[in-house]
């Protein structure tokens, strides 16, 4: 692979607060230098950047993909195609698939098919629990080993306090940490809005937000009893960011991510019954998006994920209450984020911190970094480009965006994969 030299850029690196002109030299897949000056090395392939940012691949921590079990809605390969478009290089895999990535083959089989893509890095969580159903600890050491990145039941709370309390010890031993998805299910069964006015006023049955709360509480209190670690996924209410803002400032391992519906968009835009918006958790009320956006800008929240959940349209043309929940979002997790930017409250660095090198750091990965001697994960962004989320036009198989027809400034015209041009 000859050399590539990226000239012209906007480098910006957030795992060390750089952000220069500069140019930036690729040598064997890895990042060789950076900096001004640098000369172009004998039948180096150059590309002029003319001015965009030019910046570490992102790493999304929290996407479920159809493959295996539902490769009607997405498969591994058409999920790296979407990824590729938003400029993700490293994706953590949730383990709720059929069958379960309860069993260390299948947590290599997806680590394989991640590898044979060319242009993405799957780390497939392990179960929790046996078949994600909540009550027998999986086989932690197993799958570590065979390289879940860590440990989660998925699109499913762990309801049992008892099995939360060993599934935090197991996983500290291993040196890992527990995924949950923060919501008491016997709070939520059978809801499918946000509880409150426009539930009742739509007729759907509601989902108090204190039930996220409630989950945080709880699990915060078993990390104090264990010494282990929680990471809550896509947080919603400024209640349960209180609490782990709270757990933080005591020095408890607890960390949290959101993804950008709950920046973005609050329970209004579910509309006349549009079931793209139905997600999990519900939208929420707009003072609690503006608790999500402040809780990101104070660092209270550690990543943006993209909480991508495929859907067939058969399974959103059905009435609200009985369509499934969730939205695609690797294509737009990078423009839902740069609104944030471009309306002031992140900065760049921040937002490219969010979406690379915090999650990275928070999983022991060596990526969402421009270091020299790196994997050459990057993407070029120019993020004064619009364009229009069009559900039906979206890389990749699903199209079941929450985020349909709304027009954005910022786009991926370029991502790189160990120095290979994979998008673009």
Not at 7 to 18: C, F, K, Q, T, V
Not at 275 to 295: G, I, N
């Amino acid at each position: 692979m000859p050399d590539t030299l990226f000239i012209n850029a906007r480098l910006i690196d957030p795992a060390s607060g750089m952000d220069a002109p500069a140019s930036l030299l690729v040598r064997n897949g890895t990042i060789a230098e950076h900096g001004t000056g640098l000369g172009v090395p004998e039948g180096a392939e150059v590309v002029d950047c003319a001015g965009a940012v030019l910046a570490p691949g992102l790493v999304d921590m929290r996407a479920a993909l159809g493959e295996p079990g539902a490769e009607y809605r997405e498969t591994i390969e058409s999920a790296a195609a979407a990824a590729a478009a938003g400029g993700i290089t490293t994706l953590c895999a949730l383990p709720d698939t059929q069958p379960v990535l309860d069993d260390p083959a299948l947590v290599q089989f997806v680590l394989r098919r991640g590898e044979a893509t060319g242009s993405l890095t799957i780390l497939p969580y392990g179960a929790a629990t046996k078949g994600c159903q909540g009550k027998e600890i999986a086989e932690f050491g197993l799958l570590r080993e065979a390289g879940a990145v860590a440990f989660s039941d998925g699109t499913h709370a762990i309801a049992s306090a008892r099995t939360m309390r060993l599934a935090l010890s197991y996983a500290r031993a291993f040196g890992s940490f527990i995924v949950q998805h923060p919501e008491e299910p016997a709070l939520a069964a059978g809801g499918a809005a946000t509880e409150g006015e426009l539930a009742t006023r739509l007729g759907l049955p509601g989902i108090t937000p204190a039930a996220e709360a409630i989950m945080v509480a709880r699990d915060i209190a078993l990390v104090r009893i264990t010494g282990g670690h929680v990471h809550f996924a896509h947080v919603s209410t400024g209640a349960a960011l209180a609490l782990i803002r709270a757990a933080k400032q005591e020095g408890l391992a607890v960390s949290c991510d959101t993804a950008p519906p709950y920046f973005d968009l609050n329970e209004t835009a579910i509309g006349d019954f549009r079931t793209y918006a139905k997600l999990s958790p519900p939208l929420r009320r707009e003072e609690d998006r503006q608790a999500v956006v402040a809780a990101l800008a104070d660092g209270t929240i550690d990543a943006i994920a993209s909480d991508h959940q495929p859907a067939d349209p058969d399974d959103k043309r059905l009435p609200f209450a009985l369509a499934s929940a969730g939205g695609t979002g690797l294509a737009t997790l990078l423009g839902i984020t740069l609104a944030r930017v471009h309306g002031g409250d992140l900065t760049m660095l921040q937002a490219l911190a969010l979406l690379a090198s915090r999650p990275a750091a928070l999983l022991g990965l060596e990526a969402g970094t421009l270091g020299r001697g790196k994997a050459a994960d990057l993407l070029l962004l120019d993020p004064e480009r619009a364009w229009k989320v069009e559900a039906g036009r979206l890389p990749g198989k699903a199209q079941n965006s929450p985020f349909d027809g709304r027009a954005l400034e910022g786009r991926v015209i370029g991502t790189w994969k160990a120095g290979r041009r994979v998008f673009g």
